[in-house]
């Protein structure tokens, strides 16, 4: 991951600034920074969102192609998760140097979504066990500022939310050979439910305190972080530890009931703008990457 | 301004995928109307007439554009196209303004419904621009739909509109103008009238499923000539078995048309039926006759062993309509005053249409156009409409036109565009021309044609070498000069791919300035060639061959006959006929030598007329004269394009332009070799050369003709020779020239396969640049593809325009007798060639109203006896000739037989008056049967 210089001064100045609830960019410990989401930026997939968190900076494509259900569950569609660590967010990516990094993202990735409330996967069955939708859900880092799980997880669902899938119908003849017919109508599409889509909420262990959406430096002061999937009922769906350090009990459980109610805010503003964002129509002036 | 365009697409593979195209929207598009200072100099294409001098219309009568809807447009264009009616036609394709008239597709709205919205928006646009241009002269655009809703909704947003009905019928000073409307009658009104015939036709999704999984098979419907109650479907696909499907009763053509593509569905085997060998005419004028068509097709029906069957289908739905124009004739209804009327078409295969006109006594009795709207379920005939007027039935022009037509030659006169591309005169020769360019003016060249030749494409020259070796030039018009890959004139060239050369009148394919005059090598001016030289000893053995790109100046346009002459007196000894001479000595070696190859001199009865030079009526039939000079420069042709195919299939071996000529498979041959035993001749057919031999062998001292009967008869044994891509075949044999390779070169003024060869040579010697669809062999393939079908077509039209001559020369000529040879003998009929005419015929013994002479027909000799007289073939008989006009449309010699006399079958030779030929009378006697 992305690295950043810091001196033990520093490092002090930060860590004692959180103990006092007060962070260097004049936060409180459970303040997010302003978060930008606009969606429907690459016109040629069918779901795209664009966030940026502080200077974090994702974009998600969701692809749905026609696909087989896996044979365990014939009448259910899935999700395939791919993250791009763009060489311009930093140097180190070069090469295959994200690559680490983007499958970390990406199985992490798979696990929050790995369970049947998240999404509902049977609306992307076609017909059992021969044909169903694939999201391809392709996530690439353009910059990066810390809290890069909660950012991508803010841009799927901002993205699923976006996404439209055309609708199709079977046709099956006398002989029992199917073939899909498609609608010609490009509004006749099927959206997805991201209700129950759970956001990351990432709590970094800084001192004795923790604080959510932790920027570049502030992670370099923590030891250990939290990562809390959380729906926006406040359930957790997925827990994970990450960085060296490690983490009484004690201090887990306050740091999940924080998470919750940090979520629970999150989702709600998100879902609000999202939804405010749709009702300016089609006519909406796009802001893209020129803005 | 950008805006995107999203759509979904169904791929091949059977998933989505989601395409987006950007759009740029122009803002420079005008109004098009004249005097329109805001759209300032954003004027391109077609512009609209300041003041659209409409027809009147007592709808709108102050001066009015049109825009008519899509549907509309698509509809009746063909049908309704004025100058001057359709004022806003072009500007409505490309919507003008088109910033502020772009439409976005809405929620919850349809493709068509965006289309519909998008054109009334442009018309309320133009409303309110023309508005804006100038207050005194109130012009209108009329927006014209078919489409209630659509018209509707334009009401309610202010914009004039009527049904294109409507507005037609309101224009007063114009009343044919209605009976042009396609007749679309709007679905609701047809179910109510009439039971329902015919089963619905399935959707194509449907089809192509059906076709997919086997259920149904997708073929070429082809109706039969003999009997509209008949047809065959060729199945598309490599399957050699079922190949051919009979279709029999109307309820199983299911309403398909001569050349559609259709869906079949095999019936079971207890239904199959062979092909019945009635002929039967649709001669009903009522709808009501649907019993009685199906009591016709018990009839078909008879009794036949089981081999005879043949699998049977039936339509179950048309992929590919195929409609075009149709020729044809007006049969009046009987019912006075009525506006509905059956139009037989000129083509039998074609079924009869219903046409609605108002002016039906002043289309009888003349050839028309008619085009098929639609055929609906309830209809015993498809619905039409009329299109044009051709003329009177049997004048020479209104004949050709439809010849022309029936036989797809397009023959238009060329289009501006086309035209552009010619050079411009006065034409000379510059410095430019002459790069790549070898001077062959000083060289003795002469050109011989049949007398009258304008387009002259190829020149000869022979001359002694210092090495006394012979060098030998064949020149032929650079064509390719003049037309340059990929513009107007090269396309307009490649569609129509042929000359064709009827009685009186040529169709050019190329613009009269380069085929009578630019491309023409007339003697005495300097003209751009396209040469082949060879260096040859004197027992004509080629020793080097040379192509150059070259300017010549020819010395003489002699005649076939004029160049005998020169050949032939020994006094003249000009160059010209020194070089003649030379030519005409290598020309017998060289036929000699292809002959014992085994090449092939077939005979075919070819016929000229002698025209009136001024009613250009025909006074006399002749044979056609061959002489030495005749053969002299075939001989020189072959030998060019043998030589040109050699070299360019050397070079591209992949897309080189051939010709080539199948041999005919064994069976061809059968007739031609009983023929030959009733005669106690025999014809070997294994090789071309066996044939040639035993074809030269096979000679009668009392029978001189029976040679060349026989070798017309071959001629009728033979395939047709194609032309083909390199890459794309593996066959290249010529097998009537015994030529393993062979193209055309030598004539480029005329046939389109010769400009292709003259580029790809080009490139062969570096004399011009290739360009990608040369090198394209499945381009070279479609390119063939047409060729192959224009050839085939102008030939129809020849023998149709001969056919028409001869013709109107009997109709001149009243009865006669001839002298005639059996071709041919079948089981009812002989078919006869009068030498002195070339013409064949067919007498019939059976007549319908007679009774049936005994007959006995024998397949192995053959023969057929008649009563008791035995007819083989190749007998001499006499019969008469006259024409029979009983049927307008399709007037025929008939002839019937005079020698031998056979009592009650023959005529005797003296008793003419009492036949009688008549139509009408005829028809008389049948309705007091």
Redesign the interface.
Same mark, same amino acid.
């Given at each position: 991951m992305a690295s950043v210089a810091l001196s033990e001064a520093e490092k002090v100045y930060i860590m004692h600034g959180v103990q006092e609830d007060l962070r260097v960019d004049g936060r409180g410990c459970e303040d997010y920074r302003c978060v930008e989401v606009e969606t429907d930026v690459v016109? %040629?997939? #069918?779901g795209s969102a664009r966030v940026k968190l502080g200077h974090t900076d994702i974009l998600v494509g969701v692809k749905?192609?026609?696909g087989t259900p896996k044979l365990e569950k014939p009448n259910e569609g899935y999700l395939e998760f791919f993250v791009d660590c763009s060489a311009n967010a930093t140097p180190d990516f070069e090469g295959r140097g994200g690559d680490d990094l983007g499958t970390e993202i990406a199985n992490t990735l798979y696990r929050i979504f790995n369970n049947k409330s998240s999404v509902d996967l049977k609306t992307l069955c076609i017909s059992p066990r021969e044909h169903c939708w694939v999201l391809y859900v392709d996530v690439l880092l353009l910059e990066c500022d810390g809290n890069l799980f909660d950012a991508i997880s803010i841009a799927v669902k901002a993205a699923l939310f976006n996404t439209r899938i055309?609708r199709?119908r079977v046709?099956e003849?006398e002989?029992g #050979?199917k !073939? +899909?017919?498609?609608s !010609?109508?490009?509004?006749d599409c099927i959206r997805l439910s991201v209700e129950n889509v759970p956001c990351i909420v990432t709590l970094c262990k800084i001192g004795c305190r923790h604080v959510v959406d932790a920027t570049l430096q502030e992670e370099a002061c923590s030891l250990a972080s939290l990562l809390v999937s959380v729906t926006s009922k406040g359930v957790v769906t997925c827990l994970r530890k990450v960085g060296k350090g490690s983490l009484d009990p004690e201090s887990i459980f306050e740091m999940m009931e924080t998470s919750k109610r940090v979520g629970k805010v999150l989702h709600a503003s998100l879902q609000s703008i999202l939804h405010k964002e749709e009702s300016l129509g089609?006519k909406r002036q796009k802001v893209g990457f020129l803005g | 301004m950008l805006k #995107?365009k999203?759509?979904?697409?169904?791929t091949r593979a059977?998933?989505?995928m989601? +395409?987006?195209r950007e759009h740029y929207l122009r803002d420079d598009i005008g109004c098009g109307a004249a005097g329109c200072t805001a759209c300032g100099g954003a004027h391109e294409g077609p512009a609209l007439e300041p003041q659209p001098q409409d027809l009147a219309s007592s709808l709108c009568p102050q001066p009015h554009y049109l825009l008519p809807d899509t549907n509309v447009l698509l509809h009746q264009i063909v049908s309704a196209w004025r100058p001057g009616t359709w004022a806003s036609v072009a500007s409505s394709l490309r919507l003008p303004g088109s910033l502020e008239t772009y439409v976005?597709?809405e929620?919850?709205e %349809?493709?068509n419904d965006r289309n519909d919205r998008a054109i009334r928006v442009a018309a309320k646009w133009y409303n309110e621009h023309l508005k804006k241009m100038s207050t005194d002269n109130q012009l209108q655009v009329i927006f014209i739909t078919n489409d209630r809703k659509n018209k509707e909704k334009a009401v309610e947003e202010g914009i004039p509109a009527f049904t294109c009905e409507e507005y037609v019928k309101s224009l007063t000073a114009n009343p044919e103008l209605i009976d042009r409307l396609a007749c679309l009658s709007e679905e609701g009104n047809e179910i109510e009238s009439g039971k329902i015939i015919f089963s619905e036709h399935l959707p194509l999704?449907?089809l192509q499923?059906?076709i997919? #999984?086997g259920?149904y098979l997708q073929g070429t419907f082809r109706a039969s000539r003999e009997n509209y109650l008949e047809a065959t479907v060729w199945i598309h696909g490599d399957n050699e078995e079922n190949k051919e499907i009979i279709l029999q009763g109307l309820k199983h053509l299911n309403r398909a048309i001569h050349e559609d593509i259709v869906a079949v569905e095999l019936l079971p085997k207890s239904q199959w039926v062979a092909p019945s060998s009635v002929v039967l005419h649709d001669e009903g004028q009522n709808e009501d006759d649907v019993e009685k068509e199906e009591e016709r097709e018990q009839m078909l029906k008879t009794a036949v062993s089981e081999k005879m069957l043949k699998p049977t289908g039936r339509v179950v739905g048309i992929i590919k309509r195929n409609w075009r124009p149709y020729c044809g004739m007006l049969s009046k209804s009987d019912i006075k005053e009525s506006r509905r009327h059956l139009f037989t078409p000129a083509d039998k295969r074609i079924p009869r249409i219903r046409i609605e006109t108002r002016q039906a006594s002043t289309l009888e009795g003349r050839r028309i156009i008619v085009a098929i709207d639609g055929w609906p379920r309830n209809s015993r005939y498809p619905n039409g409409h009329f299109v044009k007027n051709l003329g009177d039935v049997g004048e020479k022009e209104t004949e050709t036109e439809v010849l022309l037509l029936e036989h797809d030659v397009p023959h238009q006169p060329f289009s501006q565009a086309v035209l552009s591309f010619l050079p411009k005169m006065p034409w000379s020769i510059t410095e430019k021309d002459m790069k790549n360019r070898e001077d062959l003016r000083h060289l003795c060249i002469c050109s011989v044609d049949p007398p009258g030749c304008t387009d002259i494409d190829d020149a000869l020259h022979c001359r002694e070498l210092e090495n006394g070796n012979l060098e030998v030039g064949v020149h032929i018009a650079d064509v390719s000069h003049f037309i340059r890959p990929g513009n107007a004139l090269d396309q307009e060239s490649a569609r129509r791919g042929t000359t064709v050369y009827l009685c009186e009148k040529r169709i050019d394919m190329v613009p009269e300035l380069l085929s009578s005059n630019l491309c023409s090598l007339k003697c005495d001016v300097d003209r751009l060639a396209f040469s082949c030289i060879w260096e040859m000893n004197h027992s004509a053995e080629i020793l080097k061959t040379k192509f150059t790109k070259s300017v010549i100046n020819s010395k003489a346009s002699l005649t076939y006959a004029e160049a005998q002459l020169r050949i032939d007196s020994a006094n003249i000894r000009d160059d010209i006929t020194t070089s003649l001479r030379g030519l005409n000595k290598l020309a017998k070696i060289l036929k000699k030598r292809r002959i014992e190859k085994g090449a092939l001199t077939l005979s075919s009865p070819e016929v000229r007329f002698h025209m009136d030079s001024e009613t250009h009526d025909p006074i006399d039939l002749q044979t056609k004269e061959l002489r030495e000079t005749n053969s002299m420069v075939e001989e020189f042709m072959l030998l060019a394009n043998i030589s040109v195919a050699k070299k360019i299939h050397e070079e591209f071996s992949e897309h080189a332009l051939l010709r080539k000529h199948p041999a005919p498979p064994p069976s061809n041959y059968e007739i031609l070799v009983k023929a030959a035993r009733s005669r106690n001749l025999e014809i070997k057919t294994d090789t071309a050369k066996s044939l040639a031999e035993s074809l030269d062998q096979a000679e009668s001292p009392t029978f001189p003709y029976l040679n060349t009967l026989l070798r017309i008869l071959a001629t009728r044994c033979m395939m047709q020779a194609v032309y083909f891509c390199s890459g794309m075949d593996n066959d290249f044999h010529h097998y009537g020239l015994a030529s393993p390779i062979y193209t055309h070169f030598t004539s480029p003024i005329r046939r389109y396969a010769d400009v292709i060869v003259h580029r790809l040579l080009a490139v062969a010697i570096g004399a011009d640049c290739t360009y990608p669809e040369l090198t394209d062999k499945h381009k070279l393939a479609d390119i063939c593809k047409n060729l192959n079908y224009r050839h085939k077509m102008a030939q129809y039209a020849q023998r149709a325009s001969v056919a028409f001559h001869t013709q109107l020369f009997f109709k001149s000529k009243g009865l006669v007798s001839e002298e005639a040879y059996i071709l041919f003998v079948r089981k009812n009929a002989i078919v006869v060639l009068i030498p002195k005419y070339g013409l064949e015929g067919t007498v019939f013994f059976e007549e319908k109203d007679k009774p049936n002479p005994r007959l006995i027909y024998d397949d192995e000799i053959p023969s057929l006896k008649i009563e008791d007289t035995v007819f083989h073939v190749f007998d001499k008989v006499k019969v008469k000739i006259m024409l029979d006009s009983s049927n307008l449309q399709h007037q025929k010699i008939l002839m019937s037989l005079v020698e031998p006399q056979i009592p009650g079958i023959s005529l005797p030779p003296d008793d003419i008056s009492n036949m009688n030929l008549n139509g009408p009378e005829k028809k008389k006697m049948k309705l007091e049967k």
């Open positions: 016109s %040629n997939t #069918s749905a192609e026609m055309p199709v046709l003849d002989e #050979s !073939d +899909i017919e498609l !010609d109508d490009p509004y089609p | #995107s999203t759509f979904l697409k169904k059977g998933g989505v989601k +395409i987006v976005e597709q929620k919850g %349809n493709a999704s449907k499923q059906g997919k #999984s259920t």
